[in-house]
């Protein structure tokens, strides 16, 4: 009877160590892919924002999740558990690119596929999916044919009309639309948001200082980024 339960007390031991050399397997492997990913990240990164942040968030999320996956393994109790206690946390920061939400999900698969255990679909899934990315990157795929901007003229409130720059923007621009009128300075001015695009060979400067002369030198700006929201 002893020797029954020493040997027991042995394959628990075994089973023990090779759970903590998977684990370790695991976290080793997913925290080098992520490392990875998330340099990929900032290699293709284009956007308005970077956050050093989000980039070690990237690495974090991906090694969390493979231990999540070690812990939970078979367990359905343990599963709905998780799910329960991770419920709780509420996000609050709105992703300003939609391409950080993929590399947030990139990330995690990677983590979650080393948690499983499936360590030659990780790497090939991260190898794959970097290639991919390297692609879209260098090829600036997706990218349109020209860029729309956005112009603000500024003009005295008595000289509001919002056809008086019509001619001009029509002799400069192959498209533009006027957004928005708001007043500003105390309401003694009106500041008038248009979306536009360029003619080919036409310079901002050029529109900026024929656009000056019929407001009276006030302000006028021409906005590259969040032309989106429009």
Request: hydrophobic share 50%.
């Amino acid at each position: 009877m002893t020797d029954f339960f020493n040997e027991v007390s042995q394959l628990a031991d075994v089973t023990s160590r090779l759970t903590v050399l998977e684990a370790g397997a695991a976290i080793f492997l997913s925290f080098i892919l992520t490392l990875c990913i998330a340099y990929l990240y900032k290699k293709t990164h284009t956007g308005a924002r970077y956050s050093q942040s989000f980039v070690q968030t990237i690495i974090i999320m991906g090694v969390t999740v493979s231990v999540v996956m070690i812990v939970i393994g078979n367990n359905v109790a343990v599963a709905f558990g998780l799910v329960g206690a991770f419920s709780i946390i509420r996000f609050r920061s709105a992703m300003s690119d939609p391409k950080d939400i993929a590399f947030i999900f990139f990330g995690m698969a990677a983590g979650i596929s080393c948690g499983l255990g499936f360590y030659i679909l990780a790497i090939l899934f991260t190898i794959s999916l970097s290639v991919i990315i390297l692609v879209l990157y260098m090829f600036d795929f997706g990218r349109g044919g020209s860029d729309k901007k956005r112009l603000s003229i500024t003009v005295p409130e008595n000289l509001h009309d919002e056809t008086a720059f019509d001619g001009v923007l029509a002799a400069h621009y192959k498209y533009y639309a006027l957004r928005s009128v708001e007043t500003t300075n105390l309401g003694t001015m009106i500041q008038l948001v248009y979306i536009v695009q360029n003619k080919d060979g036409v310079r901002d400067k050029q529109v900026i200082d024929e656009l000056r002369k019929m407001n009276g030198n006030l302000k006028v700006s021409v906005n590259y980024l969040n032309t989106e929201i429009y």
